[in-house]
């Protein structure tokens, strides 16, 4: 049984940092797509970032050159972000699919985590 838990949320001030962890439980693959999406209030899921396999992270446009992704063991992703603003407010999902796939679209992931709250105050 594959459980993925978020950590890392809280309330921020714009500007700051913080960070995320996703911990995967069960048996993770190496071939395998974790990424992080985020739900704000009223909007669709949108994605955030993701690694496929072994390849590099590759993020959304808005999140580009200050948010980043890292993998250290198939069992974890993590995801750093800088210069937080207001707009980043969400809930921040994990997820992850045991095969490589483009993973920006929510739907080709099988498992997902129950969120973490991120909220930036202006």
């Known amino acids: 049984q594959v459980r993925l838990v978020e950590s890392g949320g809280g309330l921020v001030q714009a500007g700051a940092s913080r960070s995320l962890s996703c911990v995967l439980s069960?048996?993770?693959?190496?071939?395998?797509?974790m990424g992080w999406f985020r739900q704000a209030p009223g909007k669709e899921r949108e994605f955030v970032a993701a690694i496929s396999g072994s390849g590099s992270p590759y993020y959304a446009d808005s999140v580009k050159g200050r948010f980043f992704a890292s993998r250290n063991t198939a069992n974890t992703i993590d995801l750093r972000m800088n210069s937080l603003k207001p707009e980043d407010t969400a809930v921040y999902y994990c997820?992850?699919?045991?095969?490589?796939?483009?993973?920006?679209?929510?739907?080709?992931?099988?498992?997902w985590g129950q969120g973490t709250q991120v909220t930036v105050s202006s």
């Open positions: 069960g048996r993770a693959f190496s071939r395998s797509t």
């Open positions: 997820a992850y699919v045991p095969k490589v796939i483009n993973g920006r679209a929510a739907g080709g992931y099988d498992y």
